[in-house]
């Protein structure tokens, strides 16, 4: 089957430096915002949550509540979590400095536009000032996702949601502060703004990027790691290694099309660019230190908290670079799930959590878009332990793609696609479910189209 009939093309992946000819020297800040729409971006910009580090710092959290002037907060978590210490910590905290507070304990794990909407709901009716998210990746992005639309109650979810899935508007109002206290080591989202969801229509997930949903303080206690199960462990730390491989290799920020009109128009996923790239490369260094000690001696505190930190070295990367073809293709994965279940996760619906998702397709992927930039993907694997003083530009995917691999084989990740319940036959739902997911896979360093997507999905059946 072709898929040539829904093309998408990404922009040029020559990584060359931007030419400032159209700079009107001498004063160096009078740039052109006229006919951009044809032209590469020529700046980024970093953005990143305030972040707390330390164990014990969830106790803070009513003082800080209070030194918002709080005086309505919305605690959101997930029905496994409400009884478990980490939620625990942060009532008696409220309580202790008397701040008044609702606990919303419906939040779905992997979300879809449903539980959004239903936590969209709760907050509108709530009328909070402050929102207080306890959880991972799912329990942060819904919170985010509540804040925005409650502080806009006239909004319909897809006027944020990313085009040409939504309309990707603007975020012109101001937000409620949101504190985020995250208790994986994966997902990074107490530092981006970003949140995503399965949007059932589809059934492929999507999202919503801008910078106005960072939360305003990302509570890192690694204390909370103590309650997280062997396969969240594994999952939500391979995340971090997508994350960090994607940021890494993503298009460079100034090849990027088009230049917005406006500079509140710059998307959050920017492309990679210098300042990302030291995250995203210490964040590569811990995870290949410490993530097979993480999931395997939950009581080695040293790995566990260094994956901790690895999870927002990572999203302070991909916040600002973006993710490519790995996350792009694990939205409809996650979405056109049937019957897999993961063990210690939420069993009350299929599932695969999202960080297997991701990199089941990365040794693929990272093969076909080592030809974009193959000094990149070789600084990658050395970054991940590889000895690449030898190694041939030409051979980087390979050897870059084994590392993978024998990462994930470490963790136990299920062999391929077929073990996730995905056949050949799968593959055009597949294909057609990334091809919208343009927020992502625009970044991709080389160009592609619906038959490389087949492609990859077809090489990703099998994995060892």
């Known amino acids: 089957m072709s898929f040539k009939t829904s093309v998408f093309r990404c922009a040029s992946s ?221 999952y939500s730390g391979i995340d971090v290694l997508c994350h960090a491989l994607e940021s890494f290799t993503a298009m460079p920020f100034s090849e990027r099309m088009p230049r917005p009109e406006n500079p509140n128009m710059r998307p959050a996923y920017q492309g990679s660019n210098p300042v990302s790239d030291i995250w995203s490369k210490h964040a590569l260094r811990m995870t290949a230190k410490y993530l097979k000690r993480a999931v395997y001696q939950p009581e080695d505190w040293t790995a566990r908290r260094g994956m901790h930190f690895a999870a927002s070295y990572a999203g302070i990367g991909f916040g600002n670079a973006g993710t490519h073809l790995c996350h792009g293709m694990c939205y409809p994965i996650s979405g056109l799930n049937r019957k897999y279940f993961s063990r210690d996760y939420n069993d009350d619906h299929p599932l695969i959590p999202h960080g297997l998702s991701v990199v089941i397709t990365a040794p693929a992927v990272f093969m076909f878009t080592s030809k974009a930039c193959p000094e990149r993907h070789l600084e990658a694997a050395e970054c991940l332990g590889v000895d690449v003083r030898n190694v041939r530009k030409e051979d980087a995917g390979m050897v870059l793609s084994e590392t993978v691999r024998k990462i994930m084989d470490d963790i136990e990740v299920p062999n391929g696609l077929k073990d996730l319940g995905y056949s050949t036959e799968d593959i055009p739902d597949l294909v057609k479910g990334t091809l919208p997911q343009h927020r992502v896979t625009k970044l991709c360093p080389r160009p592609f189209d619906g038959d490389d997507i087949a492609e990859l999905l077809e090489k990703s059946m099998r994995v060892y």
Not at 36 to 44: G, Q, S, T
Not at 119 to 140: M, P, Q, R, T, W
Not at 161 to 170: F, H, R, S, W
Request: aromatic content about 8%; charged content about 20%.
């Open 14 to 234: 020559t990584w060359v430096k931007q030419s400032l000819s159209h700079v009107k020297h001498p004063n160096y800040g009078l740039f052109s915002t006229s006919a951009v729409h044809n032209e590469k971006d020529y700046a980024f910009e970093m953005a990143c949550s305030s972040v707390r580090y330390g164990e014990g710092c969830t106790q803070e959290v009513g003082l800080d509540c209070k030194n918002f002037g709080a005086k309505h907060v919305c605690v959101m978590t997930d029905k496994k979590l409400a009884g478990m210490s980490p939620v625990q910590v942060v009532l008696e905290s409220l309580d202790r400095h008397n701040v008044p507070y609702k606990l919303y304990d419906r939040v779905r794990c992997e979300p879809s536009d449903q539980s959004f909407k239903e936590a969209i709901d709760y907050a509108k009716e709530g009328n909070f000032d402050v929102y207080l998210a306890v959880g991972g990746g799912s329990v942060i992005d819904t919170c985010k996702a509540a804040n925005l639309y409650a502080s806009n109650p006239s909004a319909e979810l897809l006027d944020y949601v990313n085009a040409p899935i939504g309309k990707g508007l603007p975020i012109t109002h101001t937000l409620k502060p949101l504190i985020a206290v995250t208790t994986t080591a994966g997902t990074g989202s107490e530092t981006t703004g970003t949140a995503v969801f399965d949007f059932l229509e589809m059934r492929a997930k999507t999202g919503i990027s801008n910078r106005a949903l960072r939360p305003t303080l990302g509570i890192v206690d690694p204390l909370h790691l103590r309650t997280m199960p062997e396969r969240v462990a594994a």
